[in-house]
């Protein structure tokens, strides 16, 4: 079932998941009913499109449960009013709403996106705040039609702000045009499903887009072993059995990022070939940089005579160091630049 109408009242709403019980009156029943569902953003005001059915709770009698919901413009003056007074909209409080809606009536929407220097002819408004107003409204109308959007494909919505803020207000027109950004944008997403989205709208399964970013999400995802690198034949097969696209594919868009500058390949004495991710390559190359200027230094900490000194501090501690901690405490005298390395628990915090 479909209905649409607006929110009078919010009940609950739960801060972490944006499940919500709401009133809303109900336009085709002419009638208030209760509706239950993850909401996220809907406040008292709002004017909804809602899909789902109804429920009979055991303990609260009837019930609409939502399933989607789709945000639309208030259709009536009196709505519009409660929309913008809600604490949505910046700078607009319930009677800072009466007035605009007063001065403006049927021409209030066009007047705050397309002329909102007229609404500083109304008293206690200034140009910056007209501005203000503006802005806000149509990055909360941008943020709503994202929320809508990726909503259709499951993709969390409390990601709409932080995709509005990156993209603009024509978010919508170039995640159609290039699905792959949200991979970027969308935090916890998996490709697979950002890959199915970009299907359904139409992206050829052997696009540049598809393919490089399929590569480039191979590459982040050999991070989470620990690693920074790959074999370039590991990173074809990975992509390959990821994508289904032949290998041919795969090394044409490895060629093209290389030549974008987005990946590095570097071949080794063994002949071998280690793929990075620009970002990733440009990481260690600088913490090696350091770590050569940092073992140039003067070694400015080198005590000469380190083995009476560790004799005195087992003497004060009443300890006895192995001959592997003496080791790697003169290791660290005598260099400016020490690796220490052993599993969990082999005590290797206890060297410094």
Known sequence: MEYSGEVLGIIYQNELNSYTIAEMYIDELEDVKTIV????????????????????HKEYGEQFKVESFEKVM?????ALERYLGNGTIKGVGPATAKKIIKKFGEDTIETIKFAPEKLAEIKGITIDKAIDISESFIESWEVWQIVGFLEKFNIGVE???????????????QIKENPYVLI??????????????????GTDETSKK??????????????????SCVLLQNLEEYTKNLLNVSINDIEDNIINL????????EERDDGDKWVYLESFYNTEKAICNR??????YENSKYVKSIEDEIEK?????????SDKQKEAIKAVNDNNVTIITGGPGTRKNNYY
């Open 313 to 321: 501090v087992e003497k004060n501690n009443i300890i006895q160091l």
């Open 159 to 173: 990601n709409a702000k932080r995709i509005y803020d990156k993209l603009g207000v024509n978010a919508i027109e």
């Open 291 to 296: 770590i050569i200027k940092l073992d140039k």
């Open 184 to 201: 970027d944008l969308v935090r916890g997403v998996d490709f697979r499903q950002i890959d199915n989205m970009a299907l359904e709208l």
């Open 74 to 78: 208030p259709q009536t003056l009196d």
């Open 210 to 227: 598809r393919i490089q970013s399929g590569i480039k999400y191979s590459l982040i995802q050999i991070t989470y072993n620990g690693h």
């Open 258 to 265: 290389k030549a974008k500058g987005e990946i590095i390949i």
């Open 37 to 56: 569902g993850y909401l996220p953003f809907v406040v008292e005001g709002d004017n909804l499109k809602i899909i789902g059915k109804f429920v009979e």
